[in-house]
């Protein structure tokens, strides 16, 4: 089957840590520069981060740059999001997106 799924979301007070995983299936993974994007009630999707085929570059919005890590494991068709030192505006839905595919979302909900 052809498909993302993310998993990892959760709650957590502001200044904790969260590990995002998206498991891709069904196409070459180890092709594609895979992104995380994000989205809060009533805005629109906000870009996160990239990350290319090989994981050798990467890019990230200013808003999470210092504290999110993106990264990949060709291997086991696994995208991953590190996000350290969250805060309240960082609550939202994450979804990862690669070829044409958007993931289901998975929730993030930072309390202050």
């Known amino acids: 089957q052809v498909q993302l799924v993310e998993s990892g979301g959760g709650l957590v007070q502001s200044g904790g840590s969260l590990r995002l995983s998206c498991a891709a299936s069904?196409?070459?993974?180890?092709?594609?520069?895979m992104n995380w994007y994000r989205q809060s009630p009533g805005k629109e999707h906000e870009y996160v981060a990239t990350?290319?085929?090989?994981?050798?570059?990467?890019n990230y919005a200013d808003s999470v740059k210092g504290r999110f890590t993106i990264s990949r494991d060709n291997a086991k068709n696994m995208l991953l999001l590190q996000m350290n030192s969250l805060k309240p505006e960082d609550t939202a839905v994450y979804y990862c997106?690669?070829?044409?595919?958007w993931g289901q979302g998975t929730q993030v909900t930072v309390s202050s």
């Open positions: 997106h690669g070829w044409y595919l």
């Open positions: 990350i290319s085929s090989t994981g050798g570059t990467t």
């Open positions: 069904g196409f070459t993974f180890s092709a594609y520069s």
